[in-house]
């Protein structure tokens, strides 16, 4: 029995070290590598014209915000439409939206529940009656976010350089309210820095991450509209568009901020809906993925391919088989001490791996978090233990139904409100729709 803990954990550790090790790379790559600013050329006066989607559930707190931030761009306003869809809401998130200036449609359908598929519905509403050739190229963003004034023109800067698809900087705007909320925002950071950046340095393709992110006109028209509705459908879009040569740029100068789950129950409802999300792409996209990285030598699908299988299944892996070894020694009578020993150690080397992790990204990112100094050090040591809990996420995604569920959103934060110390505030009812008010009457 020793003996096939000590052969499994080391085929395990070797898939491991397989799959993972080019991050590495990608680590040294991004800390070495340092972008130099670019100058602002006389020929790049703003000409694109942008819709701007945004697919919004029972959001009246925080859409106003996300709006006034679009509203404030240093971006030609006549360039910019903002579109909003309310999917199935029971508050005023529509009417706030108007209230706004954006141009709204209201969605009521509980068998077909989703983004993606209120996606597709506001695209097709926009065709409808602009056409499918009105807009040079399509924000997606989530009625939470914040927007830094020059987001859309550093997007389109990297649009203008040939990408038909960009994603940007992912910030928290809540980063310091928890472990929860900390633990996702440092993983975005990581995503953006550490992956997509070193990604774009050496010219293979990035991925879009839920929100934040650009694609053109030609794109969505190649693809019909948007028939992406798995429970993961950025993943499903990015899959899709590497598979037919299309590269994902990065544009790390342009910064969003949204807001991270604060509650346990909504982070793992949110978690297991990606889990499961990976599991369908993977079904869906595995075996052509495969053949381009064969045929094609094509790294972007490996590489993708390695965060649609999620470092934690692996690891899940091998701490339930250390775990079944430790109670079937036990239950058998036999020396416990070898298996309880591998799964401590596996244990251990997850946590340190998890925190070199979080230490290299935050020490790296440190100005751009919004939240105390203090604060930042010591959720550092929570940042392993909320990422192992993306393993037991893992092992339900294998057996359980996943339905989409609504995040609510609470923090009511301007662009304003976002300060160097990152202080955070809960906003009262009365309070939030005076705010909203002036948001209103700023847009107008």
Known sequence: MNQAVVAVNFAIGALFTICFAYQVFYYVLALLRREKPRAEAEDEAPKHRFAVLVCARNEENVIGHLLASIAGQDYPAELIQTFVIADNCTDGTAQRARECGAEVWERHDDVNVGKGYAMTALIDHIWERYGSEYFDGYFVFDADNLLEPDYIRQMDRTFREGYQIITGYRNSKNYGDNWISAGNGLWFLREAQFLNRPRQLLGTSCTVSGTGFMFSGEVLRRQGGWPFHLMTEDIEFSLSNVLLGTRIGYCGAAMLYDEQPTRFSQSWNQRLRWAKGYLQVFAKFGRRMARRCVTKRDWSCFDIGMCVLPV???T???MVFNLVMTVLAAVLG???????????????????????????A???EWKKIKAPGWRKLALLFTFPIFQMTYIPISCAALFVDVE????????ALSMGDLGDSGARREVPSKERAHGMEKVSEAVE
């Open 312 to 314: 934690f299944t692996l």
């Open 316 to 318: 899940a892996v091998g």
């Open 334 to 360: 036999r020396d416990v001490a070898p298996a309880l020993g591998s799964l401590m150690m596996s244990l251990a080397n997850s946590y340190g791996a998890m925190f070199a992790m979080g230490a290299v």
């Open 362 to 364: 935050l020490a790296s």
């Open 404 to 411: 989409w569920k609504p995040i609510v959103h609470a923090r």
